[in-house]
């Protein structure tokens, strides 16, 4: 079964833009959640991470996200984008601490 | 730099070559991942250990692969009997053994089966 959902493959947005990146994932009692960027070639930076407490996490670069229970989402948000967050966005999810569960990411594109 | 580091970055190998990858996570996590990244898609999780012990092993694990990490420290990822089909980016991570802590992850290293 799939743990995290990124239902947005792609995100176009102009430069200052508000963008939204979408993260759902499987439903469970115990539940942390991350986000991480990826860099062309390169490995993962960790974004931000939810493991409980507010459910509204803030993140490096103006990053923030907002834990929903009741909808299992996660999604990221930033209120402006500059053309160096362009990049591909990963949420994942673990539930025992054991395992990270990937999504198939977001790849936004911040155009000038 | 205190970070993960893997080696080789790039490899090229000819189909049926074994290959071995070296991982060397931050030096105070005791947890060290092995994940694999094909174009297109998130890391797919292939074993993780604590320590020296290998405690999870992902059904994408297949025979022709081996990980170990003898001494705690340094993790190799072999592949026996490279196929096309194993093309792909191999992201090691390390983390703390505190629960829910976040795993930090090299740069990967690409494989090109040719």
């Known amino acids: 079964a799939q743990s995290v959902t990124q239902l947005d493959s792609q995100v176009p947005v102009f430069e200052e833009a508000p963008v939204e990146l979408r993260c759902n994932y499987s439903s469970s009692v115990s539940v942390y959640l991350f986000w991480y960027v990826q860099y062309p070639n390169q490995g993962l930076q960790l974004l931000l991470k939810?493991?409980?407490?507010?459910?509204l996490v803030k993140g490096i670069n103006g990053f923030e996200a907002e834990f929903n229970k009741s909808q299992t989402s996660f999604h990221l948000r930033k209120p402006s984008v500059h053309i160096s967050d362009t990049a591909e966005y990963f949420c994942?999810?673990?539930?025992?601490?054991?395992?990270?569960?990937f999504g198939t990411g977001t790849s936004l594109t911040v155009i000038p | 730099d205190t970070g993960v580091s893997q080696d080789p970055r790039h490899k090229i190998t000819k189909r049926g070559q074994n290959v071995t990858f070296r991982c060397d996570p931050i030096s105070e996590h005791n947890r060290l991942y092995w994940y694999r990244q094909t174009l297109g898609q998130g890391p797919e999780f292939l074993t993780y250990?604590?320590?020296?012990?290998?405690?999870?092993k992902s059904r994408l694990l297949s025979d022709r692969f081996s990980a170990e990490r003898p001494k705690g420290s340094f993790s190799t990822l072999e592949i026996q009997r490279t196929e096309q089909g194993d093309s792909a980016m191999y992201l090691c991570?390390?983390?703390?053994?505190?629960?829910?802590?976040?795993?930090?992850f090299g740069q990967g290293t690409r494989l090109t089966v040719v």
């Open positions: 994942a999810v673990s539930y025992t601490g054991n395992q990270f569960y």
């Open positions: 991570a390390s983390s703390l053994s505190v629960r829910n802590t976040e795993a930090f």
């Open positions: 939810y493991l409980s407490g507010s459910t």
């Open positions: 250990f604590q320590n020296e012990a290998q405690l999870e």
